[in-house]
């Protein structure tokens, strides 16, 4: 199993243009979850989807954050447009079920926007 | 508010030596607690799992205890090695619904020969 794949690995763009960061669960998990790692803050739940479908958005920032998971398979995390304090790790994680259950981290997406 | 709070920030210990992570929490009720380790420019990866009825779990020389009257988490690990060298992060899951999962910020432990 190739477990939680996301890419790209590292994103370097400037203040004000769009990011799109994506993430493949692991094949058979119903629950992906997005989320945001800084120094200062730690780990952030972003949303999370459940058999394609948003459960909990209430950590998305702000409107500028929009998430979609247009199948079981895929998932996108957009920002638009994006700022400087945005510059983060964002994971992409995965699980059976649920927030309960174990969630499988993928490498991460290293976003620096200047 | 749901808070959970690890300590030490950061610790240095010999190789081969053991040590203690501390997590307080104030999530109540909760379904579990788990401990991630961390390494630098990875994903978080599960150590252990317990429930709030279980006050000790192990996994290798990972051990991790948990007294929930105090609402207290540790994470000890036996004759360290340099690549236990990571962050050890403790998480909370809420025992409410669709309740996030409430993260600390993690201990960073450097092993060193």
């Known amino acids: 199993d190739a477990g939680v794949i996301q890419s790209p690995r590292h994103e370097v763009t400037e203040m004000g243009q769009e990011v799109t960061l994506r993430c493949k669960p692991i094949s058979g998990h119903n629950s992906l979850f997005w989320y945001r790692q800084t120094m200062m803050r730690g780990l952030e739940l972003l949303i999370y989807?459940?058999?394609?479908?948003?459960?909990?958005d209430s950590g998305m920032p702000e409107d500028r954050f929009s998430a979609k998971m247009p199948n079981a398979s895929f998932s996108t995390l957009k920002i638009q447009p994006s700022e400087p304090r945005d510059s983060a790790v964002y994971f992409c994680a995965s699980s059976l079920d649920g927030p309960l259950d174990t969630q499988y981290f993928g490498p991460g997406t290293r976003l620096t926007v200047l | 508010k749901n808070q959970v709070e690890q300590s030490p920030q950061s610790l240095i210990i010999l190789e081969g030596k053991n040590c203690t992570l501390q997590?307080?929490?104030?999530?109540?009720?909760?379904?579990?607690l788990r401990w991630y380790k961390q390494d630098t420019g990875r994903g978080p990866v599960s150590l252990t799992i317990?429930?709030?009825?279980?006050n000790t779990k192990s996994n290798g020389r990972y051990t991790a205890t948990l007294d929930a009257d105090t609402k207290q988490s540790s994470l000890h690990i036996t004759a360290s090695q340099l690549s236990d060298s990571a962050s050890y992060i403790c998480?909370?899951?809420?025992?409410?619904?669709?309740?996030?999962?409430?993260f600390g910020k993690g201990t960073r432990l450097s092993v060193i020969a």
């Open positions: 317990m429930t709030f009825s279980e």
């Open positions: 997590c307080n929490y104030t999530v109540s009720p909760f379904s579990n």
């Open positions: 998480v909370v899951t809420p025992n409410s619904g669709n309740t996030p999962l409430v």
């Open positions: 989807f459940n058999n394609n479908v948003p459960i909990d």
